[in-house]
T-cell receptor, first 116, second 114 residues
Framework: AQKVTQAQTEISVVEKEDVTLDCVYETRDTTYYLFWYKQPPSGELVFLIRRNSFDEQNEISGRYSWNFQKSTSSFNFTITASQVVDSAVYFCALSEGVNRDDKIIFGKGTRLHILP | EAEVAQSPRYKITEKSQAVAFWCDPI?????LYWYRQILGQGPELLVQ????????DSQLPKDRFSAERLKGVDSTLKIQPAELGDSAMYLCASSLHRGTGELFFGEGSRLTVL
């Protein structure tokens, strides 16, 4: 069965600090997708990234970067030079199956507080 | 920018009453999802539609929950009768194609059952 674990329930950092959100997943499938979503206070989940299980190349998008390591079944998310607007709940997610979004399993989320 | 519309935004009801939520996905999105998010938890899939057909409703409590997407566009999720444990955020999402994994979510409907 697939499972996503986000061990950090809540994190608080001061603005401009770097912060890493951890994600560990479990799956028996060799083909899967991993995702990160952001849920700001408004409640609407926003897609951030999708990573194919065959692509372990790390990705950087502005202040965001993702580190995918199959050897440790981890898909960690780092925010560099954090800003107050980054305050939100962040969810790591996993999907298996022929169609990658057949069933997306979300972790419990990490609530990130960026303090001014 | 196109959005997924949901209503009502908030709903307070008494247990044993019926409640309904409506979702209008982004135009052209064939796949529609209903998720339930309990406070402090991640979203859990209730039902997934591909056009008007149900693809997955294995986690939908069918004794009290029902969902339909009659014309393959907007969708309704109904709970009857509501129970205290149904208090949660009900999120609708859509995607253009199956297989992308990129879901577009609405702002959700927050249900409180008293």
């Amino acid at each position: 069965a697939q499972k996503v674990t986000q061990a950090q329930t809540e994190i608080s950092v001061v603005e401009k600090e770097d912060v890493t959100l951890d994600c560990v997943y479990e799956t028996r499938d060799t083909t899967y997708y991993l995702f990160w979503y952001k849920q700001p206070p408004s409640g609407e989940l926003v897609f951030l990234i999708r990573r194919n299980s065959f692509d372990e190349q790390n990705e950087i998008s502005g202040r965001y970067s993702w580190n995918f390591q199959k050897s440790t079944s981890s898909f960690n998310f780092t925010i560099t030079a954090s800003q107050v607007v980054d305050s939100a709940v962040y969810f790591c997610a996993l999907s298996e199956g022929v169609n990658r979004d057949d069933k997306i399993i979300f972790g419990k989320g990490t609530r990130l507080h960026i303090l001014p | 920018e196109a959005e997924v519309a949901q209503s009502p935004r908030y709903k307070i009801t008494e247990k044993s009453q019926a409640v309904a939520f409506w979702c209008d996905p982004i135009s052209g999105h064939a796949t529609l999802y209903w998720y339930r998010q309990i406070l402090g938890q991640g979203p859990e899939l209730l039902v997934q539609f591909q056009d008007e057909s149900v693809v997955d409703d294995s986690q939908l409590p069918k004794d009290r929950f029902s969902a339909e997407r009659l014309k393959g566009v907007d969708s309704t999720l109904k709970i009857q009768p509501a129970e205290l444990g149904d208090s949660a955020m009900y999120l609708c999402a859509s995607s253009l194609h199956r297989g992308t994994g990129e879901l577009f979510f609405g702002e959700g409907s927050r249900l409180t059952v008293l």
